[in-house]
Nanobody, 116 residues
Framework: QVQLVESGGGLVQPGGSLRLACAAS????????MAWYRQAPGNQRELVAR???????NYVDSVKGRFTISRDNAKITMYLQMNSLEPEDTAVYYC??????????WGQGTQVTVSS
């Protein structure tokens, strides 16, 4: 099972930016899909953005135009650049990876708080 470690969360004012990182323990080419999910208190975990092995990207409507998912295969790290942050973006953000023949892998989560 792959190890995923998120970093980059924190407290930011509305309109600010953060970049989350998800470091994997093996090559990103072993995953057919990687994604960022988030979960706010009292809510279900929701998909925020997904990137396929072929670099196809999808976003939930609420973050389109503000968030960008990317990956650096050399650094075996996936990123989520978050701009124009809103209080509604406050949540724990989780990294997810899917590989054939394996259960989904998850990171431990990183807290993002958007507040003035």
């Amino acid at each position: 099972q792959v190890q995923l470690v998120e970093s980059g969360g924190g407290l930011v004012q509305p309109g600010g930016s953060l970049r989350l990182a998800c470091a994997a323990s093996r090559s990103l080419f072993s995953f057919y899909s990687m994604a960022w999910y988030r979960q706010a208190p009292g809510n279900q975990r929701e998909l925020v953005a997904r990137i396929s092995r072929g670099d196809s990207r999808n976003y939930v409507d609420s973050v389109k135009g503000r968030f960008t998912i990317s990956r650096d295969n050399a650094k075996i790290t996936m990123y989520l650049q978050m701009n124009s942050l809103e209080p509604e973006d406050t949540a724990v953000y989780y990294c997810n990876a899917k590989a054939w023949g394996e259960n989904d892998s998850w990171g431990q989560g990183t807290q993002v708080t958007v507040s003035s």
